[in-house]
């Protein structure tokens, strides 16, 4: 069965300091990969996905992450961070062959903005 | 409409009430999810509907009961809740396999 790995629970990091939140799956075969955020008392949002062909995908905020095949990583980066991006980052994977699109979940990690 | 909305966003309710929560969504997604979430803990998923029929019950105490009266609609009714059933409950619609739009939430406390 799929797993997702985040194996840091906390990045504390200084602002403006680059970032770096790691993601490991089990399983390279037939997957789409996501990056969620969650900002205190709010839902989850859809920070970026890897569907098919460039593995490195860009969010409007700044975020990129890569997919790495080999390694099995989906490691969310970004270069310089401001304190608005406190908030707990959901790595999550989903088997594109399953028919109720379910979403498989890391199990977070608190990106801390120190200022 | 790229919207998931959920009531209420917040419900406090005794071990012997009943309430409902409710979420709608105007995407014409075909699956619909409710998800609980612990602090600090990744959504755990509790229901899975595909075109208004319940495809996936992660073994879910039946003090939850899910409905789906419509494509637009989901409902969690609530009965006879533990103070561990205290959570931020979390609506999901889907079309495919590509993305999950999420509510807000309603954040339950039990007493």
């Known amino acids: 069965a799929q797993s997702v790995t985040q194996l840091d629970s906390q990045v504390p990091v200084f602002e403006e300091a680059p970032v770096e939140l790691r993601c490991n799956y089990s399983?390279?075969?037939?997957?789409?990969l996501f990056w969620y955020v969650q900002y205190p008392n709010q839902g989850l949002q859809l920070l970026l996905k890897?569907?098919?062909?460039s593995t490195l995908v860009e969010s409007i905020n700044g975020f990129e992450a890569e997919f790495n095949k080999s390694q099995t990583s989906f490691h969310l980066r970004k270069p310089s961070v401001h304190i608005s991006d406190t908030a707990e980052y959901f790595c999550?994977?989903?088997?594109?062959?399953?028919?109720?699109?379910?979403?498989?979940w890391g199990a977070g990690t608190k990106l801390i903005i120190k200022p | 409409d790229t919207e998931v909305t959920q009531t209420p966003k917040h419900l406090v309710m005794g071990m012997t009430n009943k309430k409902s929560l409710k979420c709608e969504q105007h995407?014409?997604?075909?699956?619909m999810y409710w998800y609980k979430q612990k602090a600090k803990k990744p959504p755990e998923l509790m229901f899975v509907?595909?075109?208004?029929?319940?495809?996936i019950n992660e073994s879910v105490p039946s003090r939850f009961s899910p409905e789906c009266p419509n494509s637009s609609l989901l409902n969690l009714h609530l009965h006879a809740l533990q103070p561990e059933d205290s959570a931020l409950y979390l609506c999901?619609?889907?079309?495919?396999?590509?993305?999950?739009?999420f509510g807000p939430g309603t954040r339950l406390t039990v007493t």
């Open positions: 509907y595909s075109y208004e029929k319940l495809s």
């Open positions: 399983s390279s075969v037939s997957v789409y």
């Open positions: 999550a994977v989903s088997d594109r062959m399953d028919s109720n699109y379910q979403l498989i």
């Open positions: 890897y569907l098919s062909g």
């Open positions: 999901a619609s889907s079309q495919e396999s590509t993305k999950q739009y």
């Open positions: 995407m014409g997604h075909r699956a």
